[in-house]
């Protein structure tokens, strides 16, 4: 089992930034990757971003030169910073785990105001 634990959402003005957290606890060896999705009202959840266990990443186009994942193993924590955010990127953001399984958090809001 994964615990998946998010932080860091908010209300932010557009182009403004926020960081998110995620603390990932558990049988933290079975993960074979971390990644941020997300889901705005009425729409699926999508892709955001995903950091593989060698460090390799990959993004949404939507996203891309604007948000950047990174993680600390000595914390078991992933973060996704959110530069020149948009009203567009509004949504709850959820964290995942790929291990044996899927994981998920429970997710973070976040809002962009115009």
């Known amino acids: 089992q994964v615990q998946l634990v998010e932080s860091g959402g908010g209300l932010v003005q557009a182009g403004g930034s926020l960081r998110l957290s995620c603390a990932a606890s558990g049988s933290i060896f079975s993960i074979k990757a971390m990644g941020w999705y997300r889901q705005a009202p009425g729409k699926q959840r999508e892709l955001v971003a995903i950091?593989?266990?060698?460090?390799?990443?990959n993004y949404a186009n939507s996203v891309k030169g604007r948000f950047t994942i990174s993680r600390d193993g000595a914390k078991n924590t992933v973060y996704l910073q959110m530069n020149s955010l948009k009203p567009e990127d509004t949504a709850v953001y959820y964290c995942?785990?790929?291990?044996?399984?899927?994981?998920w958090g429970k997710g973070t809001l976040v809002t962009v105001s115009s």
């Open positions: 950091i593989g266990s060698g460090g390799s990443t």
């Open positions: 995942n785990a790929l291990a044996f399984m899927n994981y």
